[in-house]
């Protein structure tokens, strides 16, 4: 792992600052490794942290290792956790071919088990399964994570899930939070049987919040959230294969609620009364966005269900470089104005 430095803050007064992360399977390891190189920011202080799906672990992760020992040990954490997920797939059948290991493709498109999956998702469901298409990561979970303390110290949290029943996001915050709630934020529908939680089933939190950004604005004292976003929102090209078109329909999917939020967060911001208290709330607000839109460009769908640890890896590295690009070019703005510009959301048709 590269060592750790602080270039961007040296000397430089602490900063409150919220962090959204989005989610996206294996994806989520360039997550990781943004937040890696962040904890190397000493004059960062993070006051809460929103995440769905896979992001939902990086930041129950995060928050566990800040509790057990600080920055360092939210980076071991991190690591330790990619690693388990790593391991625990030696076995798994969605594994690239020789031909992409050769060519250096980071992709199961061409994989007959991901192939036969994707199909089957289309003809049965996770009940028809023996089973019911269990997660595994709720066990890894369960052993690298200390719950009952992310209830008493750390950052705040928001966890978001869908309800099945309702359609409405539902956002679980620290003394809430459980492996079936991380379970319950990833649980994509095709793969996974809804997760139950106090008597109402849930589906993943990427349909309804992805991440959710209010209760970073509302609940938080900070005025500053990080964007870490994992889907492009942007891809040039219509998209002509099969394979090709779903991917580009999970991105919209997924990016949908979060532009709608932003939206709503730009218009919020024009019309409220900066003097009143919900007013004043967001009105001081600032966003920034770490973006990795070039290595996310070259990845599609499948590589989603990669967890190969040379995978994990190269994202991690990826989001670093993509962290401390960041830092070096907006680093001085945090804490002193916003550096993605929302407003643009509300001229849009």
């Not at 992001?55 to 600080?70: D, F, K, P, Q, S």
């Not at 750390?154 to 899930?161: H, M």
């Not at 770490?290 to 599609?300: D, N, S």
Request: glycine fraction near 10%; include cysteine; hydrophobic fraction near 45%.
């Amino acid at each position: 792992m590269a060592a750790a430095k602080e270039k961007t803050g040296a000397g430089r007064k602490p900063v409150l600052v919220d962090l959204a992360l989005q989610g996206g399977g294996a994806h989520g390891a360039y997550t990781w490794g943004v937040l890696d190189r962040l904890l190397e920011e000493s004059w960062l202080q993070f006051d809460g942290i929103s995440g769905t799906s896979a992001g939902a672990m990086n930041a129950v992760v995060m928050a566990h290792g800040l509790n057990e020992g600080g920055p360092q040990g939210a980076k071991i954490a991190l690591e330790t956790f990619w690693k388990r997920v790593a391991d625990a797939a030696l076995l798994s059948p969605f594994r690239r071919g020789p031909l992409e290991i050769l060519t250096g493709k980071w992709t199961l498109d061409f994989s007959p088990a991901f192939i036969a999956a994707d199909l089957a998702a289309r003809l049965y469901s996770p009940y028809s399964i023996p089973g019911g298409g269990a997660n595994p990561l709720a066990k890894i979970l369960e052993e690298t994570v200390n719950f009952a303390g992310l209830a008493k110290a750390g950052p705040k949290l928001f966890v978001t899930a869908t309800n099945v029943h309702t359609g409405r996001g539902r956002i679980f915050r620290n003394a809430e939070m459980t492996p079936e709630v991380l379970m319950a934020s990833a649980c994509l529908p095709t793969m996974f049987q809804a997760v139950e939680i106090d008597g109402e089933p849930y589906w993943d939190g990427g349909f309804t919040g992805n991440p959710t950004i209010t209760p970073l604005i509302r609940e938080c004292d900070s005025d500053d959230t990080i964007l870490v976003s994992i889907n492009p929102i942007e891809r040039p090209g219509t998209p002509r294969t099969a394979m090709d078109i779903q991917n580009r329909l999970n991105e919209i999917s997924f990016n949908s609620p979060l532009i709608k939020e932003l939206r709503m967060a730009a218009l919020l911001r024009q019309v409220a009364d900066p003097g009143t208290g919900e007013g004043a709330v967001w009105a001081k607000m600032r966003i920034h966005r770490v973006a990795g839109e070039e290595i996310m460009l070259q990845l599609g769908y499948s590589s989603k269900l990669l967890a190969e640890w040379a995978f994990f890896q190269m994202l991690r590295d990826e989001g670093r470089r993509a962290a401390e690009t960041f830092l070096e070019t907006y680093g001085a703005d945090i804490g002193v104005r916003s550096t993605l510009n929302i407003d643009h959301l509300l001229t849009e048709v």
